[in-house]
């Protein structure tokens, strides 16, 4: 499918003055909003998601005394009751396999000066640092930041593969909030800060 055929707004589409007064823009300027999508649908929904902004969060496993983490802007609330979450990991990721055995994992949301441990469980080069400074580490539970924005033990209790990634739901059990309300936020290709 041609993905600009999709999205674009035909002048003729477009929505027409009402009779409240308020006008629609000229056809012009609903052209040139959409001139940068091309016919790569692809291509195309990697520049819609750069338009994304997400808050970053490093997900945390614990499995046979081993810690485990990724950095994953995938995250979103499902539902308040219960309280959940899903998160989505890549089936390349080293955790992925071990996220399908865990009864937990927790969900890190960091923040806007903790980008340095963002880039670190982003980058396997870096795996030794991982947990090396300011985490809770006893492997009865997932390995919780303690300075995080944010952190929420969640059970386990569903998964779905889909494309190159698993979807986990997790159903929220225990929250730590950090005072201050700046978290890290990922948009096009950089991090930066919203408060
Ligand atoms: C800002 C940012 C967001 C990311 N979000 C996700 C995500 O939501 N899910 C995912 O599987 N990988 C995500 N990644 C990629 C993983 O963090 C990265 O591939 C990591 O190295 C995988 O862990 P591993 O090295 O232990 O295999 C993201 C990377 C960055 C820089």
């Known amino acids: 499918m041609n993905a600009a055929a999709a999205i674009a707004f035909p002048a003729a589409a477009a929505p027409a003055a009402s009779d409240s007064g308020c006008q629609r823009p000229a056809a012009a300027s609903w052209l040139r909003a959409v001139s940068s999508i091309d ?26 005394g081993e810690p485990m983490g990724i950095t994953a802007t995938a995250m979103s609330s499902i539902s308040m009751d219960p309280p959940s979450l899903l998160v989505c ?37 870096h795996q030794a640092l991982r947990f090396a400074d300011g985490w809770t580490v006893d492997c009865e539970r997932p390995p919780r930041l303690v300075d995080a924005q944010a952190s929420l033990l969640c059970r386990r209790i569903d998964h779905h593969r889909f494309g190159t990634h698993s979807i986990f739901i997790g159903q929220v059990e225990e929250v730590a909030v950090r005072d201050d309300v700046a978290p890290l936020v990922y948009i096009n290709g950089r991090y930066g800060g919203a408060s």
Do not use: Y
């Not at 291509?43 to 808050?55: G, H, I, K, L, P």
């Open 39 to 64: 016919d790569d649908l692809p291509d195309a929904f990697r520049q819609a998601m750069r338009r994304v902004a997400s808050t970053v969060n490093v997900i945390t496993i614990c499995v046979g």
């Open 89 to 125: 990991i890549n089936r390349t990721a080293a955790m992925h396999g071990r996220m399908e055995d865990v009864s937990h994992f927790r969900v890190n949301v960091l923040h806007r000066d903790q980008e340095q441990v963002a880039q670190i469980f982003a980058d396997r080069k």
